[in-house]
């Protein structure tokens, strides 16, 4: 009876796989839509993260513009999962094909998902964590070096995101 089912699923998912083919939807479709959601999330999150510090910093340099250097490392880490996001593109994008199982699809679209996730979240609280750190050091100058940790260590989870992307891409 187990035997009999197990064969009966089998047929269904071929004719599934075959219906999905006739209609444009096969595992290159889909590998190429994770592709470019890996992108676009870590573009959006970087985006954000950018917008908040970009904003912050324009209000202290408007009124302290000897501490542009200081505020600059602040203002650009949040763009680093755009970076991110787009190193997976490209390696990924590697890693296509046209011929491209509906499986092998959707395993190139879970391998880029973690850098996705990681680099909308990472993005915009990066972006956040930036924003106080630079209305700090316009505030009190010397804490500019010592700032900088904190949002670093958000950005410790994107590069987690951007590692495990970088080791599941290769098993697809």
């Known amino acids: 009876m ?13 004719e599934v796989g075959e219906k999905a083919t006739q209609i ?11 592709v470019a959601l890996c992108v676009l999330l870590c573009g959006i999150g970087s985006a954000i993260g950018l917008f908040k510090t970009g904003t912050a910093a324009a209000g202290v340099l ?4 000897d501490k542009f250097g ?3 490392v602040l203002v650009l880490l949040p763009a680093t999962q755009g970076i991110y996001g787009f190193i997976i593109g490209i390696i990924a994008s590697g890693s296509i094909t046209a011929d491209l199982t509906l499986a092998q699809g959707w395993a190139m679209l879970g391998a880029v998902m973690p850098m996705a996730v990681a680099g ?8 956040k964590s930036a924003v106080n750190c630079i209305y700090a050091v316009g505030k009190q100058d010397s804490l500019g070096g010592k700032l ?14 951007l590692i495990i992307s970088i080791m599941l891409i290769p098993l697809v």
């Open 2 to 14: 187990f035997l009999s089912l197990l064969a009966e699923g089998e047929q269904i998912a071929q």
């Open 24 to 34: 444009g939807y096969t595992g290159f479709t889909v590998a190429m839509i994770g």
């Open 62 to 65: 408007g009124e302290a513009p």
């Open 70 to 72: 200081k505020v600059l």
């Open 120 to 127: 909308l979240v990472t993005g915009i609280f990066q972006g």
């Open 148 to 161: 900088i940790i904190y949002p670093a260590m958000i950005e410790f989870y994107a590069i987690l995101g």
